[in-house]
């Protein structure tokens, strides 16, 4: 069988989608490869054409092909014109699995559309209109045109429901979860904290991911800590976040030991998990909160909002709270602080947690359901 595998968005700054493109990608093949699959990975996917494709995902061997890689945006865009024309995809591969939100009309191939989040029908404030609407069109055409559906968690899926009430059941269209797993290696055992060890927040500043929130839990830590640990937040300049950062900019600028730290490569973001003391994942909605299962590899406490796919995620070895009662995080924050037991037991419970997730079972499954079709 001949797979195609949209990488597109490997190709620019990644978040959370991207690396699980990204690494999904990577974990089938590893996976297809032995039973005889042949892959092709496509660095512009639809109307996702990229400035400069070579920084996406590349897998060195004679059955991965990268038949778009070398291409000019122009050629790009003529490209998948001719696709949605009705040509054929070069190799002519049996199924495509679309990790963009991008769904192109494919009529001699089969299309698996991975739907991550929903966020832009349920929250449409907490995008840019450009990308609400993109995302919106292009969930509306993978109605019409995939033969079937990836839902990274089982929260989204039941979103999916609500969205389209019976439609699954209705159209009979097939789909499988396909959640994701960490990209660093699990620690074997928790580390030991100093006291000095920070609180951690990882993702893209924007207001879907409810830093401000954050923020205010953390000034009234502050008032009550004795130890007063730094905020470290990692995470790319989202969308409408100006704000946010002035806010950060102005606490830093008053002798508050916040940190923004920017984008961050991997292996300072491994770092950064290694080092922390916990994680803070106070998001108003998640597909499926990949930095909860990273954190949980590392041994970190994980302290999460309520809300969609976080407490699948995390699972009992997580600790919530609503995300608009910052006082809330606060108190947990204190607590997990003044009981290093408490800490202790929640570090193992979460290293125990993150064994549940690992991208080549995810692989092995979703090659199961494409195989399938």
């Known amino acids: 069988m001949k797979i195609g595998l949209d990488v597109a968005q490997t190709c620019v700054e990644r978040a959370g989608c991207a690396w699980h493109a990204d690494a999904l990608s990577r974990a089938l093949i590893a996976e297809g490869l032995p039973r005889g699959h042949t892959f092709e990975l496509y660095h512009h996917f639809g109307d996702w054409i990229n400035h400069d494709p070579r920084g996406g995902t590349v ?60 966020a832009f029908w349920s929250h449409p404030d907490f995008s840019d209109d450009a990308t609400r609407l993109l995302c919106q069109r292009e969930l509306l055409q993978a109605t019409a045109r995939a033969t079937g559906f990836l839902f990274v968690s089982e929260a ?17 269209r097939p789909h499988a979860l396909s959640p994701g797993a960490s990209r660093f290696p699990r620690a074997t055992a928790p580390r030991a904290w100093s006291d000095s060890a920070p609180w951690l927040i990882v993702g893209s500043v924007e207001p879907r991911k409810n830093h401000a929130a954050a923020l205010d839990a953390y000034e009234a830590y502050l008032a009550q800590s ?16 100006d704000a946010l950062h002035g806010r950060i900019a102005a606490l830093a600028g008053r002798g508050v030991p916040v940190r923004y730290l920017g984008y961050v490569p991997e292996r300072e973001l491994a770092a950064l998990y290694a080092g922390a003391f916990a994680l803070l994942a106070p998001s108003w909605h998640e597909g499926f909160g990949l930095p909860v299962v990273e954190a949980m590899g590392f041994g970190l406490p994980v302290l999460a909002a309520d809300r969609t796919s976080l407490p699948e995620v995390g699972g009992s070895a997580g600790r919530y709270f ?33 064994a549940d997730f690992s991208w080549a079972a995810t692989a092995k499954s979703v090659l199961e359901f494409v195989e399938r079709l």
């Open 156 to 172: 989204t899926r039941r979103e999916f429901g609500q969205l389209l009430p019976n439609w699954l059941e209705s159209t009979q």
């Open 226 to 241: 004795a130890l007063r640990r730094p905020l470290v937040i990692a995470g790319g300049h989202g969308w409408k976040s």
């Open 322 to 354: 609503p995300p608009d009662q910052p006082e809330l995080l606060a108190r947990l924050m204190l607590t997990l602080e003044a009981e290093p037991a408490s800490h202790a037991r929640l570090a193992a419970e979460s290293l125990a947690r993150s």
């Open 59 to 118: 897998v060195e061997d004679s059955r991965v092909t990268r038949p778009l890689q070398g291409m000019a945006p122009p050629a790009a865009r003529a490209f998948w014109a001719g696709i949605e024309s009705g040509e054929p995809l070069p190799g002519k591969p049996d199924a495509v699995i679309s990790f963009s939100y991008h769904a192109p009309r494919l009529p001699h191939t089969k299309l698996v559309y991975t739907v991550h989040d929903l």
